[in-house]
T-cell receptor
Framework: DAGVIQSPRHEVTEMGQEVTLRCKPI?????LFWYRQTMMRGLELLIY????????DSGMPEDRFSAKMPNASFSTLKIQPSEPRDSAVYFC?????????????FGQGTRLTVV | AQSVAQPEDQVNVAEGNPLTVKCTYS??????LFWYVQYPNRGLQFLLK??????LVKGSYGFEAEFNKSQTSFHLKKPSALVSDSALYFC??????????????FGTGTRLKVLA
């Protein structure tokens, strides 16, 4: 398996523009997580899905942020409109937390810069 | 709710010396604990985990971690540090939810610098 795949790796956009980050989890994993990493706040859990259903979005900072998981192999995180303070690295992770595995696997991240 | 704490922002160690990166946890029930490493401009890579069994867990790249229930600690260790071990290390706990699902809570990270 190729692991968790995120695209794009880098995104530079102007304030006010819509940004869409994409994630393909590991096949067979039924939990998917979106995290944001910044120097100031560290690694924050934004939202997570189980069996394509959003379970907890309490970490989503504002209504400008939304996430979807239309099927088991694809998820998006959208920011509309984007602001400079959204600049961060966004990670997607997936897991199959049953049996002996338990750990989450991370993608390479999307570095977002909003100017 | 479960939580983990990494009390040190940075740890410096000389190459060849043993290293320890500290982590303490707060959980209800049996803890599922993890260590991850992050190299610059990369995602988090899984190193090792404790679910049950032996308190000393061995993982990738020669790392190991010691689970101590009485001290609620899960410190990461390596007998002999390499310069290439320099990276950001995260401790994490798996938190079960009322819906029967799981999420992962991460510590603030500890930057390890191994000096040649």
């Amino acid at each position: 398996d190729a692991g968790v795949i995120q695209s794009p790796r880098h995104e530079v956009t102007e304030m006010g523009q819509e940004v869409t980050l994409r994630c393909k989890p590991i096949s067979g994993h039924n939990s998917l997580f979106w995290y944001r990493q910044t120097m100031m706040r560290g690694l924050e859990l934004l939202i997570y899905f189980n069996n394509n259903v959003p379970i907890d979005d309490s970490g989503m900072p504002e209504d400008r942020f939304s996430a979807k998981m239309p099927n088991a192999s694809f998820s998006t995180l959208k920011i509309q409109p984007s602001e400079p303070r959204d600049s961060a690295v966004y990670f997607c992770a997936s897991s199959y937390p049953y049996g002996g595995s338990a750990e989450a696997f991370f993608g390479q991240g999307t570095r977002l810069t909003v100017v | 709710a479960q939580s983990v704490a990494q009390p040190e922002d940075q740890v410096n160690v000389a190459e060849g010396n043993p290293l320890t990166v500290k982590c303490t946890y707060s959980v209800s029930g049996n803890p599922y604990l993890f260590w991850y490493v992050q190299y610059p401009n990369r995602g988090l890579q899984f190193l090792l985990k404790y679910i049950t069994g032996d308190n000393l867990v061995k993982g990738s790249y020669g790392f190991e971690a010691e689970f101590n229930k009485s001290q609620t600690s899960f410190h990461l260790k390596k007998p002999s540090a390499l310069v290439s071990d320099s990276a950001l290390y995260f401790c994490a706990v798996r938190d079960s939810t009322t819906s029967g699902t799981y999420k992962y809570i991460f510590g603030t990270g500890t930057r390890l610098k191994v000096l040649a």
